[in-house]
């Protein structure tokens, strides 16, 4: 990234645990809308001749990365995304809804697809959602702390009926369709990550392949497509995430409440801030596994802070960058290092916007895709 300035940052002024600044700490701009003013639709002469004004080197560059990346995902299947070997652990819908959390947390996964052994056939994706599910029916319902304990992932989709939310994920694509399929099911569905489910030649049963998440596919295409170093505008003029209605919660905020946040407003995490709107950490959702192992709900009303200081040591951190960085050197970010998203700060560390990988993601697929 040539624009990098690592190490130039002050010292944070609040007790930012393990935050990664990946890109530089530049001036921060304007905050930009992408409301369609009434006028725009009123005249067509004026936007044709918008349309007709000639294209900048930046621009033209700018459509030609994005080009770029949509042929490749065009040529590419899903399969092309895995590596040689990788491991697959797929749970049987007959597990205690608490032992699999164990063994999410010892294997380092926050997800695993379902295998019902009754009917022989993929039952699904679990992640972190059905966790926050279980959280709420235990908060709906705190006289059953018994019979949660009982539940097995077979019965995640009773807690489902009974807290009224979209029944489990059952999505799934070919691996051997284009990439470019797997992105638009994603952006379509907002799902994070989707199983990979072929048709097995000898049996005609169908057979887990693999969890196909957004960040695989963003680091496939960095490390794959040299054009993303074309991708020169800023996140700003570009308009790359979410500025305005951002939910966050401070140190204080009880876990339960931000976990309500997240559902409510169908967000994985919630920058918390301090009085000043400066960031001190990130909760996401996949800190919910760590909360609730062992069948602790009582965790779920300490506040966040106390329940952020007991992440674990190896916590990659949180990643940052200014409204002046730009998409190429967000892509060089994602090549080096596994990044969920980025929360956009200023140069006091005020939190500004929020990018989600689903924000590259439609970027990079729809942005301008009508003109080719
Ligand atoms: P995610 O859940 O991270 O995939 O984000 C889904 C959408 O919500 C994206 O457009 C994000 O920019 C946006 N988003 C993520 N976190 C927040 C937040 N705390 N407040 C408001 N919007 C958010």
């Known amino acids: 990234m040539s624009d990098t300035a690592e190490g130039s940052r002050p010292p944070a002024p609040n007790p930012v645990k393990n935050i990664a600044t990946p890109t530089s700490i530049a001036r921060h701009g304007h905050e930009s809308s992408q409301i369609a003013q009434p006028s725009t639709f009123l005249s067509p002469a004026q936007n044709r001749a918008m349309q007709d004004k000639p294209l900048s080197t930046?621009?033209?560059d700018q459509q030609s990365g994005l080009k770029a990346i949509r042929d490749f995902l065009k040529i590419r299947t899903s399969y092309d995304v895995l590596p040689l070997s990788f491991r697959l652990i797929i749970l049987n819908t007959d597990l205690l809804v608490k032992k699999s959390l164990n063994i999410l947390?010892?294997?380092?996964?926050?997800?695993?697809?379902?295998w019902d052994s009754h009917t022989s056939s993929f039952a699904g994706l679990l992640t972190t959602s059905d966790y926050i599910n279980v959280v709420q029916y235990y908060w709906q319902n705190p006289d059953a702390l018994n019979q949660i304990d009982q539940f097995r992932l077979s019965s995640l989709r009773d807690i489902e009926k009974a807290i009224g939310v979209l029944p489990l994920e059952t999505l799934s694509v070919n691996p051997t369709r284009p990439l470019y399929e797997a992105c638009t099911q994603m952006l379509k569905t907002r799902a994070r990550r989707i199983p990979l489910v072929d048709i097995d030649d000898e049996t005609g049963r169908e057979m887990v392949v693999s969890v196909i998440t957004q960040y695989r596919i963003l680091k496939f295409i960095a490390v794959n497509v040299v054009e993303t170093e074309m991708l020169k505008k800023s996140v700003s003029e570009i308009n790359l995430g979410t500025y305005g209605n951002l939910q966050t919660a401070n140190v204080d905020t009880r876990v339960i409440d931000v976990i309500h946040l997240m559902v409510k407003y169908n967000i994985s995490s919630v920058p918390i801030v301090d009085e000043d709107n400066r960031v001190l950490n990130v909760f996401e959702a996949v800190d919910v596994i760590t909360i609730i192992k062992g069948g602790v709900y009582d965790d779920l009303t300490t506040n966040v802070g106390d329940a952020l200081?007991?992440?674990?040591?190896?916590?990659p951190g949180i990643y940052t960058c200014s409204e002046e960085d730009r998409l190429d050197s967000i892509f060089d970010t994602i090549r080096k290092s596994r990044v969920h998203r980025l929360?956009?700060?200023?140069?006091?560390?005020?939190?500004k916007g929020v990018i989600s990988l689903s924000d590259i993601l439609k970027y990079v697929l729809l942005h301008g895709a009508e003109d080719g």
């Not at 200081?309 to 916590?315: P, V």
Request: glycine content about 6%; hydrophobic content about 40%.
């Open 58 to 60: 930046v621009d033209k």
């Open 309 to 315: 200081g007991k992440r674990a040591e190896d916590f």
């Open 105 to 114: 947390l010892q294997n380092g996964i926050v997800s695993a697809p379902l």
């Open 343 to 351: 929360v956009i700060i200023d140069e006091e560390n005020r939190l």
